[in-house]
């Protein structure tokens, strides 16, 4: 199996509660790589570009009002099949049906203030990292 990189974002749900440092004991606990990471306040503009997958639905612009409302941490994550495992070290949208031990299950508030977000593929990670980060930025 290959080492690949994903994508993570700790929310505003969870930096409000400063819950930082909890999530990235379960990352590097499931042993993943935190290879980049800074605390940012994505600007309107960030957030709409981030996720304009979406913005024909209908949670679009609470979406992006709720990604906008606090600091996020954005970070690159490396290891073994890196975008699979963070899916399942993050659990399930809902932390009602995640599984124990997930970040989902630990922290998140709700469906929509879930705690973190992470790439659902090797190209959306290799796009995600790309609007967040500098290959400079990178170091591992």
Known sequence: MAVERTFSII?????????TGAVNAVIEKAGLRIVAQKRVKWTQQQAEKFYEVHKERPFYGDLVKFMTSGPIVV?????????????EVMGATD?????????????????????VHGSDSPDN????????????????
């Open 75 to 87: 970070q690159v994550l490396e290891g073994e099949n890196a975008v699979k495992k963070y899916r």
């Open 95 to 115: 932390p009602a049906k995640a599984d124990a031990g997930t970040v989902r299950k630990q922290f998140a508030e709700s469906i929509e203030r879930n705690s």
């Open 125 to 140: 990670a290799n796009i995600e990292i790309g609007l967040n980060f500098k290959p400079e930025e990178i170091v591992g």
């Open 11 to 19: 929310k505003p749900d969870a930096t409000a509660r400063n819950l």
